[in-house]
Every structure is written in structure tokens, then in C-alpha cells.
């Protein structure tokens, strides 16, 4: 569970932050800047851009770490959130993208996220049939899980990605 989180590493992790402790922020840098960076990087299409938001996101997190409530989902998807809004606030201001690129940057900061916060065996469903080109039936037998689960996995984790096309608050 290296790139993900669990629900106690979470809580302890906030409150680790609550109490000022440095090596807490430098854990969570390792375990979570790469999401954040590449959900940035995915709306910016620019590496500095993306390093100032990662900055931001983890400042943020850094000096308001009660603002994150574990009741409402995981410190990865909450952190995720934060990429993405500033991101695609970042691309709105800069004045030089179209309302098309904006939109376009919004959907696909989106799906990262869904994606980035959706269970794990959503995810590796996806990821099997998507990326390694799987049909369901080898989705089912890489993952160990019956043709009715790969299917049903697939299919719930294709409904939350389809999600991403209907705008979100704050990115219209």
C-alpha cells in the first residue's frame, strides 16, 4: 500500500501534522507528492506549474492539516482535491488558456482524481483491462476474482469515471 493510504495512517497522519511534526510532512511528501504532481502536471501540461501547485497543496496541508476530515474520505483523495482546484484556478488566471482548455483541464483533473480516490480494486480492475489491455476474463484471473466481480468492478469504476464529464463546483 505504498502509493495508497488507509484510514489509520490517515488519522495518524493528521494528527502527527496537528502537532508539528516535520518527518510527518516529509512521509507524507514521499508517499503522496507524485499524485499530487501529476495531477497537477495533467492540467498544466507544465512542470514548474505542477511543482508550485505540489508546493501549495503540501504548504496547505502543512499549516491547515484539521481541514482534512477522515470521515469524508482519505487524506490521498482529499489532497488530490486541492491539486486539482489549484490547478486548474492556476490555468484560469493565467489568462492565456481558452474556455475550452480550462474545460477540457477541469474533466481531466476530474477523472484523475476519481480515479485517484476510487477503491483500489476498482482501480486495478481499470488499470488491467485499460492499460494492460485485458479482457474481463484475464482481468478476472490476474486479479483472482470471479467474471462476475471483474465485470461489476469494471463496470462501477467505468460509471465514476463517466462522472467526470459533468462539471464539478468551482471548475465551471
Do not use: C, K, N
Not at 506549474?49 to 487524506?75: C, K, S, Y
Not at 485499460?130 to 483472482?144: F, G, K, N, P, Q
Request: net charge positive.
Amino acid at each position: 500500500m505504498a502509493a495508497g493510504t488507509s484510514h489509520r495512517w490517515d488519522r495518524g497522519m493528521r494528527q502527527r501534522l496537528a502537532r508539528g511534526e516535520e518527518a510527518a510532512l516529509g512521509e507524507l511528501y514521499d508517499r503522496l507528492a507524485p499524485t499530487v504532481h501529476s495531477l497537477a502536471h495533467r492540467v498544466l501540461e507544465d512542470d514548474s506549474g505542477a511543482d508550485g501547485v505540489t508546493r501549495e497543496v503540501f504548504a496547505h496541508v502543512w499549516q491547515h492539516p484539521e481541514e482534512f476530515d477522515p470521515g469524508r474520505g482519505t487524506l490521498r483523495s482529499w489532497m488530490a482535491g486541492l491539486a486539482s482546484e489549484r490547478a486548474v484556478r492556476r490555468l484560469r488566471e493565467g489568462g492565456g488558456a481558452s474556455e475550452e482548455r480550462i474545460r477540457a483541464a477541469a474533466t481531466a483533473a476530474r477523472a484523475d482524481f476519481i480515479a485517484t480516490s476510487m477503491p483500489s480494486s476498482l482501480r486495478e480492475a481499470l488499470e488491467s483491462a485499460y492499460r494492460r489491455r485485458r479482457t474481463y476474463r484475464e482481468t478476472a484471473r490476474e486479479l483472482d476474482v470471479t467474471e462476475d466481480e471483474a465485470r461489476r468492478r469494471l463496470r462501477l469504476g467505468l460509471q465514476l469515471l463517466s462522472s467526470a464529464g459533468t462539471p464539478a463546483e468551482g471548475t465551471r
